[in-house]
């Protein structure tokens, strides 16, 4: 159980175009997913937290217009990535906390690499 | 703010020797305390995790963590390192409020035959 997915696993595209991200959590319902990202050999940085119908938190230094973050269901984040540009490329990891088990658990998905060329 | 230090960048180890990656943290309150591993071009895969209990915790991998409240420090342990434990490792924390975990900068771990 508490299987979160990522699609697609990952994406090459052309500066200037938008890509859509989506993260599932496939057996359990999510009140509250995080997006992350990781630049290589470095740790994972908090892009955001959204809350199933309402707006997504952003943290400092993180551009809302640029990362486009909708969490519609209890199922379903996506993260846009709009008008990419090369420093854009990076891996995006989401992550679903379970409403089971008093908030504890925060389960990852397998992340998207994001190419910008 | 909490906050994660993993203070060693890289530690190398010998296959069947005992292996240390070292954590310190700080939160306010009482710190819900993770361990992650990372392969190249993949996720996260959990490990094992502190919330509250035996200060020892075991989890995948034959791999074990200990809690230290006083010296803030929650540190991965190995009796015998294997080839194949050579990773990326993260530590991760978070309040009892819930938010998002929180994550040091990761120790490669490098286990040689």
């Known amino acids: 159980g508490a299987v979160v997915s990522q699609h697609p696993s990952w994406v090459i595209c052309k500066s200037g175009t938008s890509v859509k991200i989506e993260c599932r959590s496939l057996?359990?319902?999510?009140?509250?997913m995080f997006w992350y990202r990781q630049f290589p050999k470095q740790s994972l940085m908090l892009m955001a937290t959204s809350n199933e119908g309402s707006k997504a938190t952003y943290e400092q230094g993180v551009e809302k217009d640029k990362f486009l973050i909708n969490h519609a269901s209890l199922t379903l984040s996506t993260l846009t990535v709009t008008s990419a540009h090369p420093e854009d490329s990076s891996f995006y990891i989401c992550?679903?906390?379970?409403?089971?088990?008093?908030?504890?658990?925060?389960?990852f998905g397998p992340g998207t690499r994001l190419t910008v060329l | 703010a909490q906050s994660v230090a993993q203070p060693e960048d890289q530690v190398n180890v010998a296959e069947g020797n005992p292996l240390t990656v070292k954590c310190t943290y700080s939160?306010?309150?009482?710190?819900?305390l993770f361990w992650y591993v990372q392969y190249p071009n993949r996720g996260l895969q959990f490990l094992l995790k502190?919330?509250?209990?035996?200060?020892l915790v075991k989890g995948s991998y034959g791999f074990e963590a200990e809690f230290n409240k006083s010296q803030t420090s929650f540190h991965l342990k190995k009796p015998s390192a294997l080839v194949s434990d050579s990773a990326l490792y993260f530590c991760a924390v978070r309040d009892q409020a819930g938010t998002a975990l929180i994550f040091g900068k990761g120790t490669t771990l490098s286990v040689s035959s």
């Open positions: 939160v306010s309150g009482n710190p819900y």
């Open positions: 057996d359990f319902q999510a009140t509250t």
């Open positions: 502190y919330i509250t209990g035996d200060n």
């Open positions: 992550s679903a906390r379970s409403l089971a088990g008093g908030y504890n658990e925060q389960f």
